[in-house]
């Protein structure tokens, strides 16, 4: 496996205030999260927008928010997507809807299904609802690479979530109510990730393996965002993106961030894949493929019609997945990607 350089992100009117963010109102769902709080961070600083609105249940990470943040264009909303009256007050006079929201750690969904449905389908029914109800022009919603062909409930969640944001655009019908998914891989740093575990251990003199073969997808927090501000600008209704980013395999990983740290073998852990797929097979054949992206439409052959932009059709067969891929992080690459991540805590 060769290294290539990572495929840019975003184009350059991604880095300018968006025409489809400045002097508008955003709602931004799950606000104080990893993703929220650093999309607030680039709307405040970049995209001139008149108020964005914080979304979420947990009134301290609210306040740490409100005091690391001094902006009068923010607005705090306690609140839950489960609560779909709630939700409806809060996206009145609203332009666009970032739905970050979502209950994420796969042991958690795991033993707690009931409350991973409320969350992560329930609540993006809700978000839909909502916005249609209000005539809101864009929503964007985020989901995972572990909605394809999904081996654990937060899989099969986010893949439900998906096809409820698609065909929002239906049940909108012919108002100017649109919907779109963007699907990414594993974010550099964020709770749950690898590479914090691995600092952490590095330091303890043991790494723990789960397979040797693994693979995964990669990208920043700060490529993320812009990749969901860019998806903001593309959209016509119905599509799901997916940013073409680089691989790296769990062993060149290990080595990358502790050479010659002890590493011992685990094993694969419930509901985990060895390799990760951002688009299937299936998918490929209502798909097209950009410089830096890939739009899977609706499979249905009238979405054609909508004014989608023309891409490059993909070949019979083709599959993105992580152990497939023709980008790979190189060692320095990935230290450069994870200088700013500090070692999960103990």
């Not at 119905?238 to 073409?244: D, K, Q």
Request: charged share 25%; with cysteine.
């Amino acid at each position: 496996m060769g290294a290539a350089p990572p495929t840019p992100m975003t184009d350059a009117s991604a880095r300018e205030p968006s025409p489809e963010l400045k002097g508008k109102t955003v709602l931004v769902t799950g606000g104080t999260g990893s993703f929220g709080k650093r999309f607030v961070d680039h709307l405040l600083r970049d995209h001139e927008p008149a108020t964005v609105r914080i979304y979420s249940r947990d009134e301290l990470k609210q306040h740490e928010l409100r005091q690391a943040v001094s902006d009068e264009r923010l607005r705090f909303l306690i609140g839950d997507v489960r609560d779909l009256s709630r939700l409806r007050m809060a996206v009145r006079g609203v332009d666009v809807i970032v739905h970050a929201a979502a209950l994420k750690q796969v042991p958690a969904c795991e033993y707690n299904p009931f409350e991973a449905v409320q969350t992560n389908i329930i609540g993006a029914e809700n978000v839909v609802t909502a916005a249609i109800e209000h005539g809101v022009p864009h929503t964007v919603s985020l989901s995972t690479d572990k909605a394809v062909n999904p081996v654990n409930l937060y899989g099969a969640t986010k893949l439900s979530a998906e096809k409820i944001v698609t065909q929002g655009n239906v049940y909108a019908g012919d108002s100017t109510v649109r919907f779109s998914t963007v699907r990414y891989g594993n974010v550099v740093g964020s709770r749950g990730s690898v590479i914090p575990l691995f600092k952490r251990q590095a330091t303890e003199g043991k790494l723990t393996i789960t397979d040797t073969a693994m693979t995964r997808f990669w990208i920043t927090l700060d490529e993320a965002v812009d990749f969901v501000i860019a998806s903001l600008e593309r959209m016509q209704g119905g599509e799901v993106f997916v940013p073409r980013i680089p691989s790296m395999s769990v062993m060149d990983l290990a080595e990358a961030l502790a050479p010659g740290v002890e590493q011992e073998i685990i094993g694969v852990r419930p509901g985990e894949k060895v390799h990760e797929v951002l688009l299937t097979q299936d998918e490929a054949r209502h798909a097209v493929r950009f410089e830096t992206y890939y739009a899977i439409y609706p499979a249905f052959p009238y979405w054609r019609t909508n004014g989608f932009p023309t891409g490059e059709e993909l070949p019979p067969g083709f599959r993105y997945a992580s152990d497939s891929n023709d980008e790979w992080l190189s060692a320095e690459q990935l230290r450069e990607m994870a200088a700013g991540v500090a070692p999960v805590s103990g």
